[in-house]
Nanobody, 124 residues
Framework: QVQLVESGGGLVQPGGSLRLSCAAS????????IGWFRQAPGKEREGVSC????????YHGDSVKGRFTISRDNAKNTVYLQMNSLKPEDTAVYYC?????????????????WGQGTQVTVSS
């Protein structure tokens, strides 16, 4: 059974850092494009970052570029999202998602498997 479990969310002050984890079971992460998405109350879901299975290339949205980094630890079957210089507007529920293994690049991939989400709150 394919399962993704996010962890690492919490409350942090502006300018602080958090590292989110996305642990997979039932499949091998490095064969799949993995994306991080977020959704704030009253807003549409937004793609944040992703990592391709083909060549490990990454993509970061303009709102997080230079502050967030996505990485993959194949030995742990886990993808991470390192978030630095956090801002109040980063407050949202963060989800990780995986494609079916049929995407060459992660950007624009169709994500079929989703985790339950983890809350990130940036506030003083």
């Amino acid at each position: 059974q394919v399962q993704l479990v996010e962890s690492g969310g919490g409350l942090v002050q502006p300018g602080g850092s958090l590292r989110l984890s996305c642990a997979a079971s039932g499949f091998t992460l490095d064969y799949h494009a993995i994306g991080w998405f977020r959704q704030a109350p009253g807003k549409e879901r937004e793609g944040v970052s992703c990592i391709s299975s083909s060549d490990g290339s990454t993509y970061h949205g303009d709102s997080v570029k230079g502050r967030f980094t996505i990485s993959r630890d194949n030995a742990k079957n886990t993808v991470y999202l390192q978030m630095n210089s956090l801002k109040p507007e980063d407050t949202a529920v963060y989800y990780c998602a995986a494609d079916r293994g049929n995407s060459y690049y992660c950007f624009g991939a169709e994500y079929d498997y989703w985790g339950q989400g983890t809350q990130v709150t940036v506030s003083s």
